[in-house]
Structures are given as structure tokens and as C-alpha cells.
């Protein structure tokens, strides 16, 4: 099950609804310590809220329980899109955070139990600026890959979900307006494949505006890439936050389709958002949990009643 994708209301968490467990969620600060708590069967509604507040605030995030004899559910969750095309999950729990699938059941060391964990993220959109023929491959590919696809584009024929069906949003609006109404955050991932570098320009000025991005590339040749960031530059924009940018956009694979293009672009970002996995970046692991605690769940729930009446 390992990498398989879930929403925030994942596979575990529905588990231990249906089994009527408690809820562990664990949450990373940034001191390093592990900030836990526990929520009783029928509070898993605020144990989602808590999630998705946690992961919003882009804690690292575990939700933990136990494993039982009869099979959990999958691929299912508690609250579902319904026929009529309604989304019944609690706003907090929408668009938040996603779950990466669970590791393999731990022994808890005690009453015969194994306990397993579920880490809970923000989820990376990727923000693509034009609506061209590269625009197309590049929101097919990056839905297909587990990133939240936004298409903005000025012009109604290249801006509508008849173009990009796989994208999760599209906007037919001025580029500038579209970022502010994004909010971008440094989960995103935003590449620009605009008509021209006019745009390219507003798409620029407004980003360095916002919180930073995760990635931020731009297509365009050396020459005019250089021109534009020395123009923006005169006008006040960080050379350094400039340099920062991709450009050439997309790992140098000869690509030369406008499909090919779009792996060699996807390819550097899912680069950019696995390098701290890679290289060691700190994310709630089971070695992180705290033994008593797992102990404590693993217990007959008269310890909890004691605690409640104190």
C-alpha cells in the first residue's frame, strides 16, 4: 500500500471509524518534538479538522492506529462525492492535505496488537500559466502524477475544462488577477508557458509578491530569459530570487515535442519535490513515535474513562 494516494479523510482513518478505534494524530514542530493527541471513537470530524489545519500549516503529519483481524476498508472513505456530484466532506478536509499510503503494521508490543501510521501532507498544485500546446501534455501528465492542476489563461478558447479535463481548476482571467486569487504557498509548483514574455513579466512581478513557490520555471530562450530578468530587475525584483527561477524551464533531455517538453518539465519538478526525501529531509516517520503513547492506545479504554472523569 506504500505510495498509494488518499485525500484527507485516507484508508486508515476510515479503518478506525468503522472499527470504532481511537485516533492518534502527531504533528512535527519545528523544535523537533512530536505534539500528540488523542481523539475517542466518534470524534474523528475534529480529528480531521485538526489534520487539515496541521497539514495547512505545513506541519508534518501522522494519523496511527491499530491493525485488526478483519480486513480494512479500501479505496473507500467515510464521506464520498454523491451521485448528484456533491462533495459531503467537512470544508476543512477539502483540498488540504492528502495521505502517502501506510507502512507495513508494527508490533506494539503489547496485547497482540500492531500499529500502523498514515503521514498526511499539503497538497502540491501545480500552477501552469498558459494554455498552449505544451500547457495541454504538461496538466495531462502532472494530474496523472498526483499533482492538483490549475490552468490560467486570458483567452476563453485556451481557458475551459473542455481543453484541460484533467485539470482540477481552470481560469480565464487577467494572469495577475489569477495569482492573488490563487494565494500561493510553497507547496505550489508554478511553471509559466505563456504567448509571449509580456506576460511572462506580470506573471513574475506578481509571484515575487507572494510567499515563495516550491518551483517556479518559465520556457523561453537564454536571450530573452536574460532580458526579462534584467528589466525586472530595474524595477526593484531580487536578482537573486530572479536567478533562482528554472530557466530553460525542464531537465535538459533534447526534448523538442511540445509533449516532450512537458516530461522534461514534469520531470524536473517531481525532481524538486522529491529532493528532500532523498536527501534526508525531516518528516514524521513510525521511528518517530513515542512507544508509551502507542501503549497507551494499545490499553482497554477504561484508562481513557479515568482520565475524562479527572
Known sequence: ??????????????????????????????????????????????????????????????????????????????????????????????????????????????????????????????????????????????????????VTDDRPAFANKLRFPTAKEVLCMDFEAAIEKLGVNSSDFAVLLTRGHRHDGVCLKALAKQPQTAYLGMIGSRKRVRELKDTLEEEGISRAWLDWIHTPVGLDIGAVTPEEIAVAILAETIQVKRKPETEGGRKVSQSDIDMEVIHDLAEPDEKFADQKKQ
Open 1 to 150: 500500500m506504500m505510495g498509494m494516494e488518499n485525500n484527507v479523510y485516507g484508508e486508515l482513518l476510515l479503518g478506525l471509524q468503522l472499527e470504532n478505534q481511537k485516533i492518534l494524530l502527531t504533528s512535527l514542530q519545528e523544535d523537533g518534538t512530536l505534539e500528540k493527541h488523542i481523539y475517542e471513537p466518534g470524534r474523528e470530524e475534529e480529528a480531521v479538522e485538526a489534520l487539515a489545519q496541521q497539514a495547512a500549516f505545513e506541519k508534518k503529519v501522522c494519523i496511527l492506529g491499530f491493525e485488526q483481524e478483519q480486513k480494512r476498508a479500501q479505496g473507500s472513505e467515510p464521506y464520498r462525492t454523491k451521485e448528484n456530484g456533491q462533495d459531503d466532506r467537512p470544508d476543512c478536509a477539502k483540498n488540504t492535505c492528502h495521505g502517502s499510503g501506510t507502512d507495513d503494521a508494527k508490533d506494539a508490543g503489547q496485547n497482540g496488537k500492531k500499529w500502523i501510521a498514515e503521514p498526511f501532507c499539503r497538497e502540491n498544485r501545480m500552477l501552469i500559466f498558459g494554455g498552449g500546446h505544451v500547457s495541454l501534455a504538461l496538466a495531462e501528465f502532472a494530474a496523472r502524477t498526483g499533482f492538483s492542476v490549475t
